[in-house]
């Protein structure tokens, strides 16, 4: 993978005439930067980077698919409007987390799979954007918050199904969450 991005860092240089070695791709919405040494600098569409790198035979995108953020949005239940994950999944909070510190792991995140993103979590309808945050796990992946809280689904629960609200497992207590951040009734 490193060999095939430096031969493709070849090709872009060769195909802009770029000093060799002293440039760096910088994404800036549907445009690249490719930026040199001292003044040198090209804009250059990601089709036309594209384009030339397939004229230099390269199978390369100019630039990676980029994954959208994990989407949360409040939905009603049993036990009033609650959060609600990817694939229309209950959301839950732990008694034992702190603000942006997770004390889920092993066992425990086996049967309570944290809520993940690799970008910044988009706040869907009803979900306050100034409360939906992430911070990086142990293992470096990025895990949803809200109002601090880390945010989990339950392993064995399906679309639209809360079952997990208000009972103790894995050591603490785990809790549906509302629009507001705090646990529900």
């Not at 800036?28 to 001292?38: E, I, K, P, Q, Y």
């Not at 980077?49 to 994954?67: F, K, N």
């Not at 702190?98 to 979590?121: D, E, F, I, M, Q």
């Amino acid at each position: 993978m490193i060999e095939d991005r430096q031969a493709v860092d070849r090709d872009i240089e060769e195909t802009l005439g770029l000093v060799p070695g002293l440039f760096e791709r910088v994404p800036d919405g549907d445009l690249w930067w490719v930026v040199g040494l001292g003044r040198q600098q090209a804009r250059v569409r990601r089709l036309a980077l594209a384009a030339a790198l397939a004229v230099l035979g390269g199978c390369y995108s100019a630039a990676p698919a980029r994954a959208a953020g994990t989407k949360v949005t409040v939905r009603g239940s049993e036990y009033g409007p609650m959060l609600w994950g990817p694939k229309r999944q209950a959301v839950y909070i732990f008694q034992r987390d702190r603000r942006n510190l997770s004390r889920c792991y092993g066992k425990c995140a086996a049967a309570w799979p944290p809520v993940l993103t690799r970008r910044k979590p988009i706040a869907g309808r009803g979900v306050r954007a100034s409360l939906l945050g992430a911070f990086r796990r142990r293992d470096g992946r990025r895990q949803v918050t809200y109002a601090g809280k880390p945010l989990y689904h339950y392993a064995h629960e399906g679309p639209a199904e809360v079952l997990c609200h208000n009972i103790r497992l894995n050591g603490g207590w785990w809790w549906a969450v509302g629009p507001d951040g705090k646990r529900r009734p």
